[in-house]
């Protein structure tokens, strides 16, 4: 009988679905390319007419040369994602395609209202007719439009689109492209995840009343409600793992006590780590590194791995491959799903028992607001850079050190209480109702 990797099958009982009396809708719209647009809308559902998140570049009845714009963009962020990891060559071509969309240094502030080229390339495609037949749908319902992509604002705004127009940011900076040509005509309400990217917006020129802080959306499942009982609950099991030697409890009990309360005597979950590899598959090689490093803890059951692949099935394939040989079927679960939202489902209550978030800082940097510590993998273009020296700043994260000696290096953090400690700071500095506001701001923009 052939070995087989334990594939987490989750269900989330959790129903935040219901419709709040007086709460307005709107049209919720993302884009299929990665994951990451798609992850700060699924929050939003509940705001979505019907429920259902519009994907742009894939919704039924896209024409096809509108399909088409899509798709050679997508195409081609994935290849040169993948195409990264050959030594030097990678390098060379993800450096070229990342120049179009660097984020300048902050300093000295100036004024950056200037278009881009990757811009005004954006809406030589938009005056061409580009997002017309969306933009024509939605006028047929007027609601409000959220959109986690800048296109479809840019498109909504180009045709005067009957009623607000609101883009929801993933990243804690942002390139140019993500403001329209002309800041301080546009009419486009910015919902920001942090000061910085708020900030950021001001130099692009943005009108600060178009600028909502809001912080990122959060799934709602690992919040709670509005008093955030099922994150603290997490939390205070999480300490319990991340603090083996008490060092961190011992010195900030006041505080702990104070935000949490009562710590239990023991978690409810075994010490576990998750990596999440991205939809472009760009650090499966991280995370086998990674498997045979802590392969002989793992058998003696001092760490739990969850290998968060996505909806890829080759990615699945790829570690079911790799890692038949260690024996350690048991003990490594896969996250996979069919769909992308029957993935984030699974994620999201996976996320309840993991202590320790190990992924390159997309806009998986913000979830370390659950109170879940980053282990920084390497950074895939200039906003990760921007995210990974925002989750330094907040004290959320660490860089990953040498995957092959991470049985050494993950320990000491530790056994130091150093891995407790990011995890309070997350939660303490970022906000984690985002979904929330931003709903409140829906709501009461539309009385």
């Not at 647009?37 to 096809?64: E, F, M, T």
């Not at 030594?87 to 179009?100: A, C, E, N, T």
């Not at 009108?207 to 955030?228: A, C, D, F, V």
Request: proline share 5%.
């Amino acid at each position: 009988m052939k070995n087989r990797l334990k594939e987490i099958t989750y269900i989330d009982k959790t129903a935040f679905g219901k419709k709040k009396p007086g709460q307005k809708e709107a049209w919720v719209v993302a884009v299929d390319m990665g994951y990451g647009h798609q992850r700060s809308a699924y929050p939003l559902r509940d705001l979505a007419y019907l429920k259902k998140v519009i994907n742009a570049n894939s919704y039924d009845g896209i024409p096809q040369k509108d399909k088409k714009v899509w798709s050679s963009t997508r195409s081609l962020y994935e290849f040169i994602s993948r195409f990264k990891r050959i030594i030097f060559l990678g390098d060379i071509v993800f450096s070229i395609m990342d120049k179009f969309q660097k984020i300048l240094t902050y300093y000295p502030k100036r004024d950056l209202s200037e278009p881009n080229m990757s811009l005004k390339t954006t809406f030589s495609f938009i005056n061409k007719g580009w997002g017309e037949d969306l933009i024509n749908r939605f006028e047929k319902n007027p609601l409000p439009i959220v959109t986690t992509f800048f296109t479809p604002a840019f498109m909504a705004e180009k045709m005067v689109y009957s009623n607000d127009i609101y883009c929801v940011l993933c990243d804690a900076d942002v390139n140019r492209s993500w403001v329209s040509l002309d800041p301080q005509k546009s009419r486009i309400k910015y919902f920001a995840p942090c000061t910085w990217v708020k900030e950021r917006l001001i130099l692009y020129g943005v009108k600060p009343h178009n600028i909502y802080l809001t912080g990122y959306p959060l799934p709602k499942e690992n919040i709670g409600t509005e008093q955030m009982e099922i994150v603290k609950h997490d939390l205070k099991h999480r300490l319990i793992n991340l603090d083996p030697t008490k060092r961190y409890r011992q010195m900030y009990a006041p505080l702990i006590k104070g935000l949490l309360g009562e710590l239990p005597v023991k978690s409810d979950h075994p010490l576990t780590v998750m990596f999440s590899i991205g939809g472009a598959g760009a650090q499966k090689e991280i995370c086998l590194k990674a498997i045979n490093s802590l392969k002989e803890k793992i058998r003696q059951n001092k760490i739990r791995m969850i290998i968060s692949v996505g909806v890829r099935t080759e990615l699945k394939d790829y570690f079911a491959q790799n890692i038949k040989g260690l024996k350690l079927d048991e003990r490594i679960s896969v996250l996979s799903g069919i769909t992308i939202y029957d993935y984030f489902e699974k994620f999201n209550r996976a996320l309840r028992e993991t202590d320790i978030l190990w992924t390159k800082p997309s806009e998986l940097s913000f979830y370390a607001g659950l109170g879940i510590p980053i282990i920084i993998a390497p950074p895939i273009g200039s906003q990760e850079d921007f995210n990974k020296r925002w989750l330094l700043h907040v004290g959320a994260g660490t860089s990953e050190e040498n995957p092959h000696y991470v049985d050494q290096w993950l320990f000491d953090l530790l056994n130091g209480g150093d891995l407790a400690e990011m995890a309070m700071e997350g939660f303490v500095e970022i906000e984690k109702k985002g979904a929330y506001n931003i709903e409140k701001i829906i709501s009461e923009n539309e009385k």
